[in-house]
């Protein structure tokens, strides 16, 4: 069965460093996101990406952060200049299509980075 | 601002009987809801889907409804598990998706 895959499964980084969280999504979905995880807290979302650009963001996704489709099957998100609460687990997720009524259809979640900032 | 909402508090249950998680929203009228489930340290997995014109959908043990009025989602696992213990979370449209705080889910055999 298709899946989406993260990577690494764990990042540890030191505070004020970059870090590229990579994601290769389902092969035929055209939509693509990234969302966060904070322990104990809800799933937020930070921005979802189609036809090679944002197509929304949330107010978490600042200018520290940026999302990439490098080529064909990657799919990144990079923090740059890392904070201590920017340690969160990051799933990536991926969609086929927006139905006729431009709906969003299911997501497919990856397994998820475990991010901690030292 | 839009708001959707979950019970934060645990449900307990006993196994075979039926669980009924609540969503609610405000401040705005989404197109449809979406449920998911989320296991510890795991990404969410779809569940089911129900627009603003259906008033009920089932699959499986799983059944939801979407009351306009109310403006709430119900979430029903019937004949419930063991294995159904998790956190179950709402979720509603935009261009990205976005989730409730989510119910968590136990199941005592």
């Known amino acids: 069965e298709p899946e989406v895959t993260q990577t690494p499964s764990h990042q540890v980084t030191q505070m004020g460093q970059e870090v590229i969280l990579r994601c290769v999504p389902i092969?035929?979905?055209?939509?693509f996101y990234w969302y966060r995880q904070i322990l104990g807290q809800k799933v937020e979302f930070l921005v979802s990406f189609y036809n090679n650009e944002i197509s929304e963001k949330s107010e978490i996704f600042d200018d520290q952060f940026s999302v990439e489709r490098p080529d064909g099957s990657n799919f990144t998100l990079k923090i740059r200049s890392t904070k201590l609460e920017d340690s969160a687990m990051y799933f990536c997720?991926?969609?086929?299509?927006?139905?006729?009524?431009?709906?969003?259809?299911?997501?497919?979640f990856g397994q998820g980075t475990r991010l901690t900032v030292v | 601002s839009q708001k959707i909402e979950q019970n934060s508090e645990a449900l307990n249950i006993q196994e075979g009987k039926t669980a009924t998680l609540t969503c609610n929203y405000t401040n705005y009228s989404p197109a449809y809801l979406q449920w998911y489930r989320q296991d510890p340290g795991r990404g969410p997995v779809f569940l089911l889907l129900?627009?603003?014109?259906?008033k009920e959908k089932r699959k499986e043990r799983l059944k939801v409804t979407f009351d306009t009025t109310l403006k709430q989602s119900l979430f029903h696992i019937t004949a419930s598990q063991p294995a159904d213990s998790a956190t179950y979370l709402c979720a509603s449209p935009s261009k990205g998706i976005y989730f409730g705080s989510g119910t968590k889910l136990n199941v005592k055999p």
């Open positions: 092969s035929n979905h055209l939509y």
């Open positions: 997720a991926s969609s086929e299509a927006r139905d006729s009524g431009g709906w969003n259809t299911e997501a497919f």
């Open positions: 129900i627009r603003e014109n259906e």
